[in-house]
């Protein structure tokens, strides 16, 4: 059983950073592609970012591209999201995810998700 665990999150300035953190348990990096989603109030879910398990490929959807990076640490099976240069309109509870392969993240497939967490970009 994989169990996905967020730090992170919180409260930040327009233009400000911020670091999410996925600890991933039960099976390690380069068993499942991993990645993050966000759903704002009263919006769909969205993907944010996703990196391949066997090559660290990563993907990443227009509205944060320049701004966010994903990236994994797989000898301690954490994933991070680096988040920069962050807007009002990213405020969002933002979700860790993991599936078997990179494309079913892509697909929307998610097999496991994180507890979510809270980032609001406001003054």
């Known amino acids: 059983q994989v169990k996905l665990v967020q730090s992170g999150g919180g409260l930040v300035q327009p233009g400000g950073s911020l670091r999410l953190s996925c600890a991933v348990s039960?099976?390690?990096?380069?068993?499942?592609?991993t990645g993050w989603f966000r759903q704002a109030p009263g919006k769909k879910r969205e993907g944010v970012s996703c990196?391949?398990?066997?090559?660290?490929?990563?993907n990443y959807a227009d509205s944060v591209k320049g701004r966010f990076a994903i990236s994994r640490d797989t000898d301690n099976n954490i994933v991070y999201l680096e988040m920069n240069a962050l807007k009002p309109e990213d405020t969002a509870v933002y979700f860790c995810?993991?599936?078997?392969?990179?494309?079913?993240?892509?697909?929307?497939?998610?097999?496991?998700w994180g507890q979510g967490a809270q980032v609001t970009v406001s003054t």
């Open positions: 995810v993991a599936a078997p392969t990179f494309a079913d993240i892509r697909n929307f497939d998610i097999r496991y």
């Open positions: 039960g099976n390690t990096l380069e068993d499942y592609a």
């Open positions: 990196i391949r398990r066997r090559d660290g490929t990563t």
